[in-house]
């Protein structure tokens, strides 16, 4: 076979379309072929860079890849939807990305390691899990209101809210009953929340990174774990303030003719990551509101703010302490507060 400079792969479930040129961007291989065929093909390559979209599977490829002395390198969908030309089929996919992973500018995605993919596996499974028991909370709040049982606030007040209605004989037969499997299922949540916390808080233990993170103000174990999982190459990032913005963290900017015109934030990258980070950062100013003291000297300023408006600021600065953190490899070291001269 010719000499190939890069191949771009449009994967699918079965169907795999391949799309290569050379080193004068002549078109040297077009070819379909289905997933017990992509492995053996490139086998038989000699080593080249192959680029692949960055979706659900492609981390696994890109290691398989690697594991053959292939370059691998993972895009953006959106970064390769800008390289697509009229109309759209697997042919034209697969020949926008293989354009597209040829521009010095292009950014790409590191690839994961199995390990890493199986952390990521169990936040996404504790997530769903405290959803879960999150919607049976409010399920069992809402069934309580209609015999008149209200309860306040908190994940904390729904077992005394089940020990009330136990205790309620004026409830009908049918209704106590129904409640008393609710609590069942409840409880059974709750359990499983804390076998995952467990599993969590022992693959940080493990993970020099995870702990350092961890002793930043608004970062607890949940949004360091992600932190470290989410950001396998932290040197992909100029400085801080890109990896704020790949976080989705900074304003949407719409300027145009020398005037600037910025919005909101872009909300880009990853939701887990960014909702974790504002979450943390709620937490914080909540209880710098209730008399703790600021952690920073910057974040006294924005306590007149509105609270959402603040987190995200707060959530800004903690997201470029973190890059630094990772890309450094220092511990969080606490700002040293000033004393007036006397």
């Known amino acids: 076979m010719e000499d190939i400079n890069r191949v771009f792969i449009d994967t699918s479930k079965s169907i795999f379309q391949l799309h290569g040129v050379d080193a004068s961007e002549q078109v040297v291989v077009r070819r379909r072929l289905r997933r017990s065929e992509v492995l053996p093909f490139f086998a038989g390559l000699p080593p080249t860079v192959v680029g692949l979209e960055a979706c659900g599977g492609s981390h696994d490829l890109a290691r398989e890849l690697i594991g053959l002395g292939h370059e691998a390198k993972l895009l953006p969908a959106q970064y390769v939807k800008a390289y697509l030309k009229r109309g759209k089929n697997d042919a034209r996919d ?59 606030k908190g994940l904390d007040k729904i077992e005394p ?33 804390k076998a995952l916390d467990a599993r969590l808080a022992a693959w940080r233990r493990e993970d020099e990174a995870a702990r350092r993170l961890s002793e930043i103000p608004s970062i607890g174990p949940v949004g360091a774990s992600l932190l ?16 704020a913005a790949w976080l989705g963290l900074t ?54 703010k509105a609270p959402k408006l603040a987190a995200v600021a707060i959530a800004n600065r903690v997201a470029r ?11 969080y070291a606490p700002p040293i507060p000033r004393h007036s001269a006397a």
């Not at 990521?120 to 504790?126: F, P, Y």
């Not at 089940?162 to 299922?185: H, K, Q, S, W």
């Not at 302490?321 to 511990?331: E, V």
């Open 94 to 152: 697969a020949e926008a990305g293989c354009e597209a992973m040829s521009r010095a500018t292009m950014r790409f995605v590191p690839v994961k390691t199995a390990s890493q993919q199986a952390g990521l596996m169990l936040i996404g499974v504790r997530d769903r899990v405290v959803r879960n028991r999150t919607q049976l909370s409010n399920e069992i709040r809402g069934y309580a209101a209609e015999f008149g049982l209200v309860s306040p």
């Open 251 to 304: 304003p949407r900017d719409h300027s145009t003719a020398g005037k600037a015109r910025l919005g909101g934030i872009t909300k880009a990258g990853d939701k887990m990551l960014r909702r974790v980070m504002v979450c943390g950062a709620m937490a914080l100013l909540q209880r710098v509101r209730r008399g703790l003291p600021p952690p920073w000297p910057w974040l006294t300023p924005l306590l007149s």
């Open 321 to 331: 302490i973190a890059w630094r953190m990772m890309l450094t490899g220092q511990a």
């Open 161 to 193: 809210l089940l020990e009330r209605i136990e205790a309620d004989e004026g409830l009908p037969t049918l209704a106590r009953a129904l409640f008393a499997d609710l609590g069942v299922e409840y409880q059974r949540r709750q359990e499983e929340v």
């Open 228 to 243: 470290t999982l989410k950001t396998p190459d932290p040197a992909a990032f100029r400085n801080g303030r890109d990896f």
